[in-house]
């Protein structure tokens, strides 16, 4: 990628950032709700209401409050939580890392099942692991993810009692092994401090809310990399490289999948906006302390500036993932033209 065309995806990133930045603050200053009444407490009498609108700037006009958030934002502060009370960035550093965490596993889990699962079934079209996958994939990705999270809970919970029902980490891990925070990542954290009985908890609370996250990105992972392989595996250095006797299993890894995987790609970090979205349930369900169940309590309690933070955090990331996928199919295949 040139630096001409990078610069191009930069400032089209800042423009969608710019405009969701934009939307989100006239929608939290359209709704028929005083922010400044919020802020003051349900109990809270008139005059204190005018002291907050005064405290948060509510009585400027909405270009100078927009420009006043827009400001603050870039260096990294947020406002304060009405909630909470505490500063939004300061919320975020704490809540973020459990939300990427079992995101990371999930897209973790989709590439090292979904890929290999395509790749087999592509290998013998219309057979019946290639039946048995297409099957699988639309179950998977048409199941809700709250009723796949339940009957998980049910099922290694409750009946088999092989994996915990909710949270981080067990008491006793809290208790006897706590997790020296470094990272924000209990995983890495525990690794990093040689916590090894930690980290064994730390991956069975993990199994569960990452494997329903993960179900959605596998099938598509499994499904795209399946439609891709039968386009390649039709073109004529295909033809060629089975003439000349190369293995069913190297065609398959070093020609066909590597020129498969720039779509496959695409797809999954396309897949990762939605798994931080569709992580917001999973942390519901399973008592995941991220950023879904931190937004959750805000929207409850109509907290204005969080749920602006966590809109333009999302954004932010999502425009990265995006850029980073740009640069791996370009690295993967310089024929691509991004433009």
């Known amino acids: 990628m040139g630096f001409k065309v990078l610069g191009k995806r930069l400032l089209m990133a800042c423009v969608v950032i710019f405009c969701v930045s934009v939307l989100t603050f006239l929608a939290t200053r359209i709704l028929p709700t005083d922010p400044a009444a919020l802020y003051a407490g349900p109990r809270a009498s008139t005059a204190k209401i005018e002291e907050a609108r005064l405290r948060l700037g509510l009585d400027k006009p909405l270009v100078l409050q927009y420009a006043q958030f827009a400001g603050k934002a870039l260096t990294g502060d947020f406002g304060v939580s009405y909630r909470t009370r505490q500063p939004i960035s300061k919320d975020i550093k704490k809540f973020l890392p459990a939300t990427l965490e079992l995101v990371f596993i999930a897209m973790l889990m989709a590439v090292v099942v979904g890929i290999p699962l395509g790749v087999l079934a592509a290998s013998k079209p219309k057979g019946c692991l290639d039946q048995i996958s297409r099957l699988g994939a639309i179950g998977m990705a048409s199941f809700p993810v709250f009723w796949i999270a339940m009957i998980f809970q049910l ?11 909710s949270g981080q980490f067990s008491r006793e891990t809290m208790l006897f092994n706590p997790i020296t925070v470094v990272t924000g990542f209990n995983s890495i954290d525990a690794i990093l401090s040689g916590n090894w009985a930690a980290l064994s908890d730390v991956a069975r609370h993990l199994v569960l809310p990452a494997l329903t996250l993960s179900l959605y990105p596998i099938a598509l992972a499994m499904r795209m990399t399946r439609s891709a392989m039968g386009e390649v595996m039709q073109e004529h250095y295909i033809t060629t490289a089975t003439a000349m006797g190369l293995s069913r299993r190297e065609i398959l890894f070093r020609f066909a999948l590597k020129n498969a995987l720039p779509q496959t790609i695409t797809v999954l970090g396309l897949t990762f906006a939605f798994s931080l979205t569709g992580a917001v349930l999973v942390e519901v369900i399973f008592a995941w302390p991220g950023i879904g169940s931190y937004v959750t309590a805000a929207i409850l309690a109509v907290d204005f500036p969080v749920i602006m933070a966590v809109t333009l955090v999302g954004t932010v ?23």
């Open 155 to 165: 099922v290694f919970f409750s009946w088999l009692n092989w994996l915990p029902l």
């Open 317 to 339: 990331i999502y425009v990265l993932v995006n850029l980073l996928v740009d640069l791996a199919q370009a690295s993967l295949d310089p024929r691509v033209a991004l433009s």
